[in-house]
């Protein structure tokens, strides 16, 4: 069975601040990447996708996440982070034929102003 | 996209009693599901309820103790019975939308206190 590992638990910036959270999967087949954010109080929002085509996918509110097939990754990245974007970050991948995603246990993201 | 509401958005229940939650899709949709998220973890997934035939559940979850309902293509219930602390979580309903490059959209969740 597949895995996603998102290894920063807890990540801590001042506004400005770049951004970037690491996701790993563990499948060597097709795969579609998704990031979710969960904003305090909020329910989970689709923040992007990859199914196919350009690796660089951008999404809602400045994010962008790179597919590398080669390292098996999907980070999610930010130029500058604001305070709005204190979140809970969820990367999920879904492998060919499953509908169903697995999740990684997400990032804590705390954007101090 | 979908718009998912639930029903309740909270509650605190004593040992031993069954909630029921209501999950309400606003558009017609093939396969709903219920995942569970615990503080700190990420989201677990309990069972598929597809309209018209049995849930199929996770490894982990029976129906005896998380019985589902998908009366139509728009709703869907998921019952936590004779509850116990470690089902003190929060509980989604999500379903899946667009075909072939399809994704999952999130309801806003249950919490549950189980004391």
């Known amino acids: 069975a597949q895995s996603v590992s998102q290894h920063n638990h807890h990540v801590i910036l001042s506004e400005a601040a770049s951004l970037e959270l690491g996701c790993n999967y563990s499948?060597?087949?097709?795969?579609?990447l998704f990031w979710y954010v969960q904003y305090p109080g909020q329910h989970l929002q689709l923040l992007l996708k990859?199914?196919?085509?350009?690796?660089l996918v951008k999404g809602i509110k400045g994010f962008e996440a790179e597919f590398i097939k080669s390292k098996f990754s999907f980070n999610l990245r930010k130029p500058s982070v604001q305070w709005s974007d204190t979140a809970e970050y969820f990367c999920?991948?879904?492998?060919?034929?499953?509908?169903?995603?697995?999740f990684g246990r997400g990032t804590s993201l705390i954007v101090h102003p | 996209s979908a718009v998912i509401s639930q029903k309740p958005s909270r509650d605190i229940c004593q040992r031993g009693t069954s909630l029921t939650i209501q999950c309400q899709v606003d558009?017609?949709?093939?396969?709903m599901f219920w995942y569970r998220q615990q503080p700190g973890q990420s989201l677990t997934l309990i069972a598929t309820?597809?309209?018209?035939?049995?849930?199929?559940?996770e490894s982990g979850f029976v129906i005896d103790k998380f019985p589902i309902s998908r009366p139509n293509l728009t709703f869907s219930t998921l019952t936590v019975s004779n509850m116990s602390p470690e089902d003190s979580s929060i509980y989604l309903c999500?379903?899946?939308?667009?075909?072939?490059?399809?994704?999952?959209?999130f309801g806003p969740g249950t919490r549950l206190t189980v004391l």
């Open positions: 990859y199914f196919s085509g350009d690796p």
């Open positions: 499948y060597g087949g097709t795969v579609n």
């Open positions: 558009s017609q949709v093939t396969m």
């Open positions: 999920a991948v879904r492998t060919g034929g499953s509908y169903i995603p697995t």
């Open positions: 999500s379903v899946a939308v667009g075909g072939s490059t399809d994704t999952q959209y």
């Open positions: 309820a597809n309209q018209g035939s049995e849930a199929t559940y």
